[in-house]
């Protein structure tokens, strides 16, 4: 079978060659199409355009598959830790007994943030966006670390501001929350997990440390691993787009917070907590929500669920979804929002509108509420998918830059006013 394709518009005929992947997933290789016959292909969106080969994350939406470096989702989620996760996202293979504690060494020493930082969060209002401050934070620390500006992909002017970045987004993060609630804020204690000092970072007070239940540190540290990376989602596609300027990794990611903020993306998931709110306190129907969400006159969406790429369950929604029960058993509390969840998963499952568009539980629908459990404030939960977030979109940057990609700058078809004179004003 030929691993070309022909394309013919009116009298330009080209060769496209095809490209398959490992998981059999083939793309045409359009980079000669403009060049030999003027034409370009639109797609806004992208749901039909790859924009990069990429060896970090497979997605299968149909068959509800995620690996991370080849790795199921599910076996790192019961078998591994975020730290290892983060390695293995960043450097491509599992780390051995003495890299992970190198690793985790590394991490552990970044972990404080230098003191002229403090004064930059002060200057914030207490109702700043925690996603606001941590995307300007982010840059803030890059004026702390001119020297590790660049695009090295190898080496500690790679592994050093990669490490900055993945254990310092956690002390931007408590100390947003911090300052928001006008409370001093706390040194890292190095004796503690990745998780279980930001949870020490956001909640201990002066005379009274935090002791994060092992539970508790368990469901964030298994958060933070679900959400480490996603292909070409979003925020990612925009630390590429960023880094392709050869921007810095700290502009580039600082980027990635301004995308992933949005509620369609990375603020689904407390766009889902407001929602399941409204329905407990105002006492909706779930099934009058429902109606409303197919209802395309209505404002309503059935936050944390449909995806771009799953059209059927988001594993990491089936994962979350069993996490929480652990967790709210493991505290002995329950929580009414997660009924009402239950409730409006069992009826879109049986809607022919939810099923007809393959609408299921993504990764946003669950997590707030295993969030909520472990006490973490709603106006921080997409700052905590950033956080997971980091080594996956560190890695997407460092893969571009040994691509050597060039500058991202796609094209466009014009519609608007085609060429006419200046008017004098008298005349308009
Ligand atoms: C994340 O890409 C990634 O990998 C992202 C992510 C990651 O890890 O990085 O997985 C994280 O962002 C998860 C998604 C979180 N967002 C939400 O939960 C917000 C609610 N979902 C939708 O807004 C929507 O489903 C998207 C944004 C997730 C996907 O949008 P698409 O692919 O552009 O699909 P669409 O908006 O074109 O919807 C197709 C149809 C439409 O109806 P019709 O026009 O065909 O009649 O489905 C409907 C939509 O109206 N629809 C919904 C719906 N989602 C889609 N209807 C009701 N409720 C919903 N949630």
Known sequence: MS???????????????????????????????????????????????????????????????????????????????????????????LPTTEQLALFEKQISDESYLHYGMKGHFEGFPDKAPPMAVLS????????????????????????????????????????????????????????????????????????????????????????????????????TSTVRMVGSSHASMFSAVSAGVGALWGPLHGGANCEVIKMLTKIHEEGIKPRDFVEKAKDKNSPEKLMGFGHRVYKSF???AKILKGQVDAVLKAL??????????????????????????????????????????IGIPVNMFTVLFAIGRMPGWIANWR??????????????IYTGATLRDYTPMEQR
């Not at 034409?39 to 806004?44: A, E, K, R, S, V």
């Not at 002066?206 to 979003?234: G, K, W």
């Open 399 to 412: 893969e571009m830059h040994v691509q050597s990609l060039r500058i991202s700058r796609p094209r466009q």
């Open 332 to 373: 002995n509390i329950s929580d009414p929002l997660l009924d009402i969840a239950y409730e409006l998963e069992e009826m879109a499952r049986s809607e022919e509108y939810f099923i007809e568009r393959n609408l299921y539980p993504n990764v946003d629908f669950y997590s707030g509420i295993l969030l909520r459990a």
């Open 136 to 235: 300007a934070m982010l840059n803030v620390l890059s004026c702390y670390n001119t020297d590790l500006l660049t695009t090295a992909t190898e080496g500690p002017k790679f592994t050093v501001p990669a490490a900055k970045i993945i254990s310092k987004v956690r002390a931007i993060a408590a100390w947003a929350y911090r300052t928001s609630q006008g409370k001093p804020f706390m040194p890292p204690r190095p004796d503690l997990s990745y998780s279980g000092n930001f949870l020490h970072l956001m909640f201990s007070q002066t005379f009274d440390m935090y002791e994060p239940h092992p539970d508790v540190e368990r469901a964030l540290d298994l958060f933070l691993i679900l959400h480490a990376d996603h292909e070409q989602n979003c925020s």
């Open 314 to 316: 988001d594993p990491r």
């Open 3 to 93: 691993d070309k394709a022909t394309l013919k518009y009116q009298d330009k005929e080209i060769e496209l060659d095809a490209i398959t992947g490992t998981e059999e997933e083939t793309g045409l290789d359009i980079t000669q199409l403009r060049a030999k016959t003027g034409l370009i292909t639109l797609d806004p969106g992208y749901a039909n355009t790859g924009s990069c080969t990429s060896d970090i994350t497979f997605i299968d939406g149909e068959k509800g598959i995620l690996r991370y470096r080849g790795y199921a989702i599910e076996e790192l989620a019961e078998k591994s830790t975020f730290m290892e996760t983060a390695y293995l996202v960043l450097y491509g293979e």
